[in-house]
């Protein structure tokens, strides 16, 4: 017997089989969720081109980084502080790497890079 709460009726869900309201009861009643992806095979399937073209993408933007440590570092204060708008972008550059927008985070990285090493950014020491 299925509780009222889970009957199909307003605002609650039709079922997703003959006899199936899509809540377990016992064994298992929901469909099946996918497939196991073996990501070799996966990468064989798209093509390298793909893959060679992230690897590429993660790499410029490892090279943007590493340009960006010195060039933050250098326009901290003698406090370790940064300036609010350099903390932002940087956490957009996170942001982006984050949700896999690898291009994304390599323009704002070396866009960053490049306004910071100029040398109208130096702080006087």
Avoid: K
């Avoid at 798209?46 to 590493?66: K, N, P, Q, Y």
């Amino acid at each position: 017997m299925v509780p009222a709460q889970f009957r199909p009726g307003p605002g609650r869900p039709e079922p997703i089989g003959e006899g199936c309201t899509g809540v377990s009861e016992g064994g298992s009643t929901m469909r099946s969720m996918g497939r196991v992806i073996r990501i070799d095979e996966w990468l064989q399937r798209r093509g390298r081109t793909e893959a060679a073209a992230l690897s590429d993408a993660l790499a410029r933007l490892e090279r943007s980084v590493r340009r960006l440590d010195p060039a933050v570092r250098r326009a901290a204060g003698d406090d370790g502080s940064i300036d609010p708008r350099i903390e932002s972008e940087l956490l957009a550059i996170t942001g982006a790497v984050s949700r896999g927008r690898t291009d994304e985070a390599l323009v704002r990285a070396d866009r960053l890079a490049d306004l910071l090493e100029h040398p109208a950014s130096r702080r006087p020491r």
